[in-house]
C-alpha cells in the first residue's frame, strides 16, 4: 500500500491555487516517476499521467481528480507593506482573520492576514468583514514589496499537516488532493496486481473556478471516467434531521445524480456490495457541484461516477479526512477498475 | 485614425444581429489578410497565414455584439416594454434615447415615482411618442431590438465618451494589429465573435472552427480610478495594456501572462496588471474549447461600462494595439 500521509505532503506541501497548479511540479513528476510512463500539460492546464496498457484490448479508463485548490490573489499593494487581495474559487471569510499564508510572488513570502483584536473592535463584533476590507501583513516596505509581489500574485493557506487521532489528519489542499492521492493507491495496487490495460490518471486545472477540465477528456477520449471529489461531512451542526449523514470514517460515498451514468453507478454499487467493500450512497439530483458535471458530455458523451470522499471544514486550512477512507476509495476503485478491465473493447 | 474607429461604433449589433458590423469588419480587415469568412453564428474569421514551416495559431477574439433590449409587449396605449439582453444597468439606461435596428428612436423611461432602488426590467418601458398600440406597432413589433444611442465624444486629453467602447474598441485593436502585422511566423486568426454579452457563446463555436494553439481576447475591463469604486478594482484609465490574470470566467495561462509582461517591458509598452473579480470573457471559451488552448487577454480599461457614457484613453487604445502586435510576432 502506498504510503498515504506521505503522498498528501507532497501533494499539499506547495501552492497550486487554480491555474497556477505548476506550483506543485515536484510532486507531479514525483508521481510521473513512480507510476507512470508519462505526464504532459495539457493546454489548458490539467496535467495527464499515462500507464501504458501492456496488452491490448482493455477499455480506457480515467480517474480524474483536481489538482487546484482554492486561494487568493493579490490586487493591490498599500503602504507598510499589506495587501489587498481578492479570492480564487469560494472563501469563508469568517476563517481568513489571522490566517497564516503563503505568497507565491518572485520569492515564496509568509504572510498574515489582519484581524482587529477584540480590544480595539468597536460597533457590532458580529459583522462579518468583506474580502475586500481584508489585508495581508507581509512585514515588508511598500517598495519590497511591490518589488517582489506583482499584482495577480497567487497566495495560499500555509501548509500544515498534522495527524489527528483514528488515522484523521488535518491540513489544506485536500479538496481534492486527497481523492488524487486515493487513485494513485488504487493505481499502485492495479500495478501490483499485475493489471495489463491502460492507466490514465487526470489531475485537472481550475475545477474551483471553471469547467476547464473538459480540455483535457475531449483529448483523452476516454471509454470510462471515474471521478472522485471531497463531499462535506456530516458534523453535529447539521443536525439529526440531515438528509446527508456521511461522515468521516464511513467509507467513500457514491453519488447517484440523474448527471452522472445511471447504469455504471448502478454497476459500481453492486460490486461494491457483492464484494463488502465499504461505501454509502448520497443522492444528488441534478447537481454534484464538481468535474462529474462537464465530464459527461465531452465530445459523444463518456460514463462517468463520482466517488466521493467525506472532509470536515471544507475550503479551510483545517480540512479534516480519514486515511482510512482514502484507503477504503482506493480500494473500491481498484477492485472496479479490474472489474472493468475484464471486459473487452468492441 | 478616429474616425475608423467611429464607424465601426456607429454600426448597430446587438447580440445575434451582428450582420451589418461583421460586413463592415470583413470589409476593413480583408485588405490586410488571406482569408476572411462568416461562419454559420455570424462570427467573422480572418486570418493571416505564417511563414513558419509548421506555424502556430494564434487567436486574437474581439466580440462585435453589444447589449440591448427587444421588444416583448406593446401596450395598448403605445407604450413598449423589452426585455433586455446582456447586463444592462437600468439606472443608467434610465431616460435614455434608444435606437432600434430600422432607425425608429424612442426613449426608455422607469415607470414615474420608481425609487431607482427599486429599477427591475419590468419597471422600463420605451415611449416611441405614440398614442394607440397601431401607430406602435407600425413603428416596432414585438421581436424587434433596440440599443442605446451610439456616440462618442472628445474630453479632456486623450479620452473619449461615447458607447458601444464595449467592445467595438477591441474590434477596432485587432482592425490596427492587422494593419501591422505584416509577415507572421504564426498564422494569426482575426475572429469577431458574436453573442459574447449573452454568454460567450460565439467564441465556442468560432475556437472549435480556428482550434488555436494561444488565444488572446481583447476586450474591455472597468477602471477603479472613479469615485467608490472599492478597493478591488486595479486596473486605471491610462494606466496602459491592462493584462488580464483573472476575471470570474477564466483563470489566463500563467505563461502566456507572463509572456505578455516580459513583451511590454522589452518594447516598452505602457501596461498594468488586471484581476477582476468578476465579469467574464470570450478567453474562457477560447481556453476549454475542444482539447483547449493556452488563453489570456489583453483588456483596454474603461470607465462606466454598459452605460451611455463609457469612457476610455486612446493612450491606453495604442498600447493595446502595439502589445497584441509584439505578441503576435514573439514566439510565446
Same mark, same amino acid.
Given at each position: 500500500?502506498?504510503?498515504?500521509?506521505?503522498?498528501?505532503?507532497?501533494?499539499?506541501?506547495?501552492?497550486?491555487?487554480?491555474?497556477? !497548479?505548476?506550483?506543485?511540479?515536484?510532486?507531479? !513528476?514525483?508521481?510521473?516517476?513512480?507510476? /507512470?510512463?508519462?505526464?504532459?500539460?495539457?493546454?489548458? %492546464?490539467?496535467?495527464?499521467?499515462?500507464?501504458?496498457?501492456?496488452?491490448?484490448?482493455?477499455?480506457?479508463?480515467?480517474?480524474?481528480?483536481?489538482?487546484?485548490?482554492?486561494?487568493?490573489?493579490?490586487?493591490?499593494?498599500?503602504? %507598510?507593506?499589506?495587501?489587498?487581495?481578492?479570492?480564487?474559487?469560494?472563501?469563508?471569510?469568517?476563517?481568513?482573520?489571522?490566517?497564516?499564508?503563503? &505568497?507565491? @510572488?518572485? !520569492?515564496?513570502?509568509?504572510?498574515?492576514?489582519?484581524?482587529?483584536?477584540?480590544?480595539?473592535?468597536? @460597533?457590532?463584533?458580529?459583522?462579518?468583514?468583506?474580502?475586500?476590507?481584508?489585508?495581508?501583513?507581509? @512585514?515588508?516596505?511598500?517598495?519590497?514589496?511591490?518589488?517582489? &509581489?506583482? &499584482? %495577480?500574485?497567487?497566495?495560499?493557506?500555509?501548509?500544515?499537516?498534522?495527524?489527528?487521532?483514528?488515522?484523521?489528519?488535518?491540513?489544506?489542499?485536500?479538496?481534492?488532493?486527497?481523492?488524487?492521492?486515493? @487513485?494513485?493507491?488504487?493505481?499502485?495496487?492495479?500495478?501490483?496486481?499485475?493489471?495489463?490495460?491502460?492507466?490514465?490518471?487526470?489531475?485537472?486545472?481550475?475545477?474551483?473556478?471553471?469547467?476547464?477540465?473538459?480540455?483535457?477528456?475531449?483529448?483523452?477520449?476516454?471509454?470510462?471516467?471515474?471521478?472522485?471529489?471531497?463531499?462535506?461531512?456530516?458534523?453535529?451542526?447539521?443536525?439529526?434531521?440531515?438528509?446527508?449523514?456521511?461522515?468521516?470514517?464511513?467509507?467513500?460515498?457514491?453519488?447517484?445524480?440523474?448527471?452522472?451514468?445511471?447504469? /455504471?453507478?448502478?454497476?459500481?454499487? %453492486? /460490486?461494491?456490495?457483492?464484494?463488502?467493500?465499504?461505501?454509502?450512497?448520497?443522492?444528488?439530483?441534478?447537481?454534484?457541484?464538481?468535474?462529474?458535471?462537464?465530464?459527461?458530455?465531452?465530445?459523444?458523451?463518456?460514463?462517468?461516477?463520482?466517488?466521493?470522499?467525506?472532509?470536515?471544514?471544507?475550503?479551510?486550512?483545517? !480540512?479534516?479526512?480519514?486515511?482510512?477512507?482514502?484507503?477504503?476509495?482506493?480500494?473500491?476503485?481498484?477492485? /472496479?477498475?479490474?472489474?472493468?478491465?475484464?471486459?473487452?473493447?468492441? | 485614425?478616429?474616425?475608423?474607429?467611429?464607424?465601426?461604433?456607429?454600426?448597430?449589433?446587438?447580440?445575434?444581429?451582428?450582420?451589418?458590423?461583421?460586413?463592415?469588419?470583413?470589409?476593413?480587415?480583408?485588405?490586410?489578410?488571406?482569408?476572411?469568412? #462568416?461562419?454559420?453564428?455570424?462570427?467573422?474569421?480572418?486570418?493571416?497565414?505564417? *511563414?513558419?514551416?509548421?506555424?502556430?495559431?494564434?487567436?486574437?477574439?474581439?466580440?462585435?455584439?453589444?447589449?440591448?433590449?427587444?421588444?416583448?409587449?406593446?401596450?395598448?396605449?403605445?407604450?413598449?416594454?423589452?426585455?433586455?439582453?446582456? +447586463?444592462?444597468?437600468?439606472?443608467?439606461?434610465?431616460?435614455?434615447?434608444?435606437?432600434?435596428?430600422? +432607425?425608429?428612436?424612442?426613449?426608455?423611461?422607469?415607470?414615474?415615482?420608481?425609487?431607482?432602488?427599486?429599477?427591475?426590467?419590468?419597471?422600463?418601458?420605451?415611449?416611441?411618442?405614440? =398614442?394607440?398600440?397601431?401607430?406602435?406597432?407600425?413603428?416596432?413589433?414585438?421581436?424587434?431590438?433596440?440599443?442605446?444611442?451610439?456616440?462618442?465624444?472628445?474630453?479632456?486629453?486623450?479620452?473619449?465618451?461615447?458607447?458601444?467602447?464595449?467592445?467595438?474598441?477591441?474590434?477596432?485593436? $485587432?482592425?490596427?494589429?492587422?494593419?501591422?502585422?505584416?509577415?507572421?511566423?504564426?498564422?494569426?486568426?482575426?475572429?469577431? *465573435?458574436?453573442?459574447?454579452?449573452?454568454?460567450?457563446?460565439?467564441?465556442?463555436?468560432?475556437?472549435?472552427?480556428?482550434?488555436?494553439?494561444?488565444?488572446?481576447?481583447?476586450?474591455?475591463?472597468?477602471?477603479?480610478?472613479?469615485?467608490?469604486?472599492?478597493?478591488? $478594482?486595479?486596473?486605471? $484609465?491610462?494606466?496602459?495594456?491592462?493584462?488580464?490574470?483573472?476575471?470570474?470566467?477564466?483563470?489566463?495561462?500563467?505563461?502566456?501572462?507572463?509572456?505578455?509582461? *516580459?513583451?511590454?517591458?522589452? =518594447?516598452?509598452?505602457?501596461?498594468?496588471?488586471?484581476? $477582476?473579480?468578476?465579469?467574464?470573457?470570450?478567453?474562457?471559451?477560447?481556453?476549454?474549447?475542444?482539447?483547449?488552448?493556452?488563453?489570456?487577454?489583453? *483588456?483596454?480599461?474603461?470607465?462606466?461600462?454598459?452605460?451611455?457614457?463609457?469612457?476610455?484613453?486612446?493612450?491606453?487604445?495604442?498600447?493595446?494595439?502595439?502589445? #497584441?502586435?509584439?505578441?503576435?510576432?514573439?514566439?510565446?
Amino acid at each position: 500500500m502506498a504510503d498515504l500521509f506521505d503522498l498528501t505532503s507532497r501533494l499539499t506541501c506547495g501552492g497550486s491555487i487554480s491555474g497556477y !497548479e505548476h506550483g506543485q511540479i515536484e510532486a507531479l !513528476e514525483y508521481i510521473r516517476d513512480k507510476y /507512470f510512463d508519462e505526464m504532459r500539460r495539457e493546454p489548458a %492546464g490539467s496535467y495527464v499521467f499515462i500507464r501504458h496498457a501492456k496488452k491490448p484490448g482493455h477499455p480506457r479508463i480515467m480517474f480524474d481528480a483536481h489538482m487546484d485548490e482554492v486561494g487568493m490573489m493579490v490586487t493591490e499593494v498599500l503602504e %507598510g507593506g499589506f495587501l489587498r487581495f481578492t479570492n480564487v474559487g469560494g472563501l469563508d471569510t469568517r476563517i481568513l482573520q489571522a490566517a497564516d499564508v503563503t &505568497i507565491y @510572488g518572485k !520569492e515564496t513570502l509568509y504572510g498574515v492576514i489582519v484581524s482587529t483584536p477584540p480590544h480595539l473592535q468597536t @460597533g457590532d463584533r458580529m459583522v462579518l468583514p468583506g474580502i475586500d476590507t481584508l489585508m495581508i501583513d507581509t @512585514g515588508l516596505s511598500k517598495e519590497k514589496a511591490e518589488e517582489l &509581489i506583482p &499584482i %495577480g500574485t497567487p497566495v495560499g493557506y500555509r501548509f500544515k499537516l498534522t495527524k489527528l487521532k483514528n488515522n484523521c489528519i488535518c491540513g489544506k489542499g485536500f479538496d481534492d488532493k486527497i481523492c488524487a492521492v486515493a @487513485g494513485i493507491a488504487a493505481f499502485e495496487q492495479l500495478i501490483n496486481d499485475g493489471y495489463e490495460g491502460e492507466l490514465i490518471l487526470l489531475l485537472s486545472t481550475k475545477e474551483e473556478v471553471s469547467r476547464a477540465v473538459v480540455a483535457a477528456v475531449y483529448e483523452l477520449k476516454p471509454d470510462y471516467a471515474i471521478v472522485s471529489d471531497v463531499c462535506c461531512a456530516w458534523v453535529p451542526e447539521c443536525g439529526k434531521e440531515a438528509k446527508r449523514k456521511t461522515t468521516v470514517g464511513d467509507g467513500p460515498e457514491i453519488s447517484l445524480s440523474a448527471i452522472t451514468d445511471v447504469r /455504471f453507478t448502478k454497476r459500481l454499487i %453492486g /460490486f461494491a456490495k457483492k464484494n463488502n467493500f465499504k461505501h454509502t450512497v448520497c443522492v444528488e439530483a441534478t447537481s454534484t457541484g464538481t468535474n462529474a458535471n462537464d465530464i459527461p458530455l465531452v465530445g459523444l458523451g463518456v460514463p462517468t461516477l463520482l466517488v466521493s470522499i467525506p472532509l470536515k471544514n471544507m475550503h479551510t486550512y483545517s !480540512e479534516v479526512v480519514s486515511l482510512d477512507d482514502v484507503a477504503d476509495t482506493a480500494a473500491l476503485v481498484a477492485g /472496479f477498475i479490474k472489474e472493468l478491465g475484464g471486459e473487452r473493447n468492441g | 485614425m478616429i474616425n475608423d474607429l467611429k464607424t465601426i461604433m456607429r454600426i448597430q449589433g446587438i447580440s445575434s444581429r451582428e450582420g451589418k458590423i461583421g460586413a463592415k469588419l470583413t470589409e476593413i480587415i480583408k485588405p490586410y489578410v488571406d482569408e476572411v469568412s #462568416t461562419d454559420p453564428l455570424g462570427n467573422v474569421i480572418a486570418v493571416k497565414r505564417g *511563414s513558419a514551416k509548421e506555424p502556430k495559431k494564434i487567436m486574437l477574439c474581439a466580440h462585435m455584439d453589444e447589449i440591448g433590449f427587444v421588444v416583448n409587449y406593446i401596450q395598448d396605449n403605445g407604450l413598449v416594454r423589452v426585455s433586455r439582453v446582456g +447586463g444592462i444597468n437600468y439606472v443608467a439606461a434610465a431616460f435614455t434615447r434608444v435606437v432600434f435596428e430600422n +432607425g425608429v428612436k424612442g426613449v426608455i423611461v422607469p415607470e414615474g415615482k420608481t425609487d431607482p432602488k427599486d429599477y427591475t426590467p419590468e419597471k422600463f418601458y420605451i415611449d416611441l411618442g405614440v =398614442k394607440t398600440k397601431r401607430d406602435a406597432e407600425r413603428k416596432v413589433k414585438i421581436g424587434d431590438a433596440c440599443a442605446l444611442e451610439s456616440t462618442c465624444v472628445k474630453l479632456g486629453g486623450q479620452k473619449y465618451t461615447g458607447r458601444p467602447f464595449d467592445d467595438r474598441i477591441g474590434c477596432y485593436v $485587432l482592425t490596427e494589429a492587422a494593419k501591422q502585422i505584416k509577415n507572421p511566423e504564426n498564422d494569426v486568426y482575426y475572429v469577431f *465573435s458574436v453573442q459574447e454579452e449573452v454568454g460567450c457563446r460565439g467564441s465556442y463555436a468560432a475556437s472549435f472552427t480556428v482550434r488555436p494553439d494561444i488565444g488572446i481576447a481583447v476586450d474591455v475591463t472597468p477602471s477603479g480610478d472613479v469615485v467608490g469604486a472599492g478597493t478591488n $478594482l486595479c486596473v486605471k $484609465l491610462g494606466g496602459g495594456a491592462a493584462v488580464k490574470v483573472k476575471d470570474s470566467s477564466v483563470m489566463c495561462d500563467h505563461k502566456l501572462v507572463s509572456d505578455l509582461v *516580459s513583451i511590454a517591458k522589452e =518594447k516598452d509598452i505602457p501596461y498594468q496588471m488586471e484581476v $477582476l473579480t468578476y465579469g467574464g470573457t470570450d478567453t474562457c471559451s477560447m481556453q476549454t474549447v475542444a482539447g483547449g488552448s493556452r488563453a489570456g487577454c489583453i *483588456s483596454v480599461p474603461v470607465r462606466f461600462c454598459h452605460t451611455q457614457n463609457e469612457i476610455i484613453d486612446m493612450d491606453d487604445v495604442d498600447a493595446c494595439v502595439k502589445l #497584441t502586435v509584439a505578441a503576435c510576432e514573439a514566439v510565446l
